[in-house]
């Protein structure tokens, strides 16, 4: 009988108290990723990192892919990926001319090889 026996050990209801010093948002649009700023208690929307629930754009606010990247060649490259220990990978410069980062070659059992481009 002992097992069936409920009990609240405290109970709470109503308002708390929160820091009254809050956190300052600064450019709170809908949908911009929210960044720091480096100044304690304020972060920002940032206008170039937008996500709807659904798609991120980088450059965009209205990506119409999972992942949108837009280039206003303001920077050599637009997406790099790469493993950092060997800076093997893959990259996508700002004329949108996809390379592989790195050639090397692999020899498989039966003299099978397999060639990977720099």
């Known amino acids: 009988m002992a ?20 956190v300052t948002i600064l450019n709170n649009i809908d949908h911009y990723v929210i960044t720091a700023t480096g100044t304690e208690q304020t972060v920002r929307g940032n206008p170039e990192l937008y996500f709807d629930n ?3 754009g980088i450059g965009t606010q209205s990506p119409v892919a999972r992942l949108e990247v837009n280039h206003n060649n303001s920077v050599d490259d637009i997406l790099i990926i790469k493993n ?6 893959l990259k996508v410069n700002k004329e949108g001319t ?21």
């Open 54 to 56: 659904l798609n991120l």
């Open 98 to 118: 996809f390379s592989i980062i790195r050639i090397f070659f692999i020899t498989y059992s039966n003299n099978r090889w397999c060639c990977i481009f720099k």
């Open 3 to 22: 097992e069936n026996i409920r009990y609240i050990d405290s109970l709470k209801v109503g308002a708390y108290e929160t820091d009254t010093q809050g």
């Open 84 to 89: 950092s220990d060997n800076n093997t990978g």
